[in-house]
Nanobody
Framework: QVWLVESGGASVQAGTSLRLSCGAS????????MGWFRQGPGKELERVAT???????SYADSVKGRFTASEDSAKDTLYLQMNSLKPEDTAMYYC????????????????????WGQGTQVTVSS
């Protein structure tokens, strides 16, 4: 079982940047598919980004070109760099993980992710 703790959420102005972190314990991110998800007010949970065990990333169309997911395996920490933030990015952001036997691909659906952090709130005002 891997424990995940997010941090870095804040209230910011549109157009600014923010970096979220997700620390893992009791398990290594290098043996898990990792993902960032978000849930805005009145909205469903949606995938933001995923990172495979070999470091490949994929993004939702809504954040492509603005957000960058990365990881530091030595620190067992996942990051989400968010640039050019928009009010529609306002949401609770979660990191999630599941243990995978596939090195180069991860599922996008949140239902596959077994381990979740408690979330960190990002609020973007115009």
């Amino acid at each position: 079982q891997v424990w995940l703790v997010e941090s870095g959420g804040a209230s910011v102005q549109a157009g600014t940047s923010l970096r979220l972190s997700c620390g893992a314990s009791r398990g290594s991110i290098s043996t898990h598919c990792m993902g960032w998800f978000r849930q805005g007010p009145g909205k469903e949970l949606e995938r933001v980004a995923t990172i495979t065990m070999d470091g490949a990333t994929s993004y939702a169309d809504s954040v492509k070109g603005r957000f960058t997911a990365s990881e530091d395996s030595a620190k067992d920490t996942l990051y989400l760099q968010m640039n050019s933030l928009k009010p529609e990015d306002t949401a609770m952001y979660y990191c999630a993980a599941y243990r995978s036997g596939m090195v180069s691909s991860c599922y996008n659906g949140h239902q596959y992710y077994k381990y979740w952090g408690q979330g960190t709130q990002v609020t973007v005002s115009s």
